[in-house]
C-alpha cells in the first residue's frame, strides 16, 4: 500500500518562506510527475508545480520566481520551497504523484499539509 506523507506546513508571515517536504512509503515503481497542489477555501484545487522525469518542472504564474520544486528519485521525495510568501498562498497543499506500473497508470494523493501566510 503507497502512501504520501507530507510535512513541513504550518504559519509563517508574508515575505517568510518554508519548505514542504512528501515522501512516498511502501513499494511504488515507474513514477513519472511528482506535483503539489493546492486549495483554499472556497476554492477549486490548482495545481502549483510539477516536476516530469529527470529536469523538466512546470510553474503556475502565480509562484514562478517564488517557488522551487525539487524531487529525490532515489527516496521517491518531492519537496517544495516556498519564498516570499504572500497570504494568498493560504491553502492546503497536496503533494501528488503519477506513474505507470505494469502497464497500469495510477495517481496518489498525501493528505494535505496547512499552510497560513499572515498579514
Known amino acids: 500500500q503507497v502512501q504520501l506523507v507530507e510535512s513541513g506546513g504550518g504559519l509563517v508571515q508574508a515575505g517568510g518562506s518554508l519548505r514542504l517536504s512528501c515522501a512516498a512509503s511502501?513499494?511504488?515503481?515507474?513514477?513519472?510527475?511528482m506535483a503539489w497542489y493546492r486549495q483554499a477555501p472556497g476554492k477549486q484545487r490548482e495545481l502549483v508545480a510539477t516536476?516530469?522525469?529527470?529536469?523538466?518542472?512546470n510553474y503556475a504564474d502565480s509562484v514562478k520566481g517564488r517557488f522551487i520544486i525539487s524531487r529525490d528519485n532515489a527516496k521517491n521525495a518531492v519537496t517544495l520551497q516556498m519564498n516570499s510568501l504572500k497570504p494568498e498562498d493560504t491553502a492546503v497543499y497536496y503533494c501528488?504523484?503519477?506513474?505507470?506500473?505494469?502497464?497500469?497508470?495510477?495517481?496518489?494523493w498525501g493528505q494535505g499539509t496547512q499552510v497560513t501566510v499572515s498579514t
Open positions: 516536476s516530469t522525469g529527470l529536469v523538466s518542472t
Open positions: 511502501g513499494s511504488i515503481f515507474g513514477i513519472n510527475t
Open positions: 501528488n504523484v503519477r506513474g505507470i506500473n505494469s502497464g497500469k497508470l495510477y495517481e496518489y
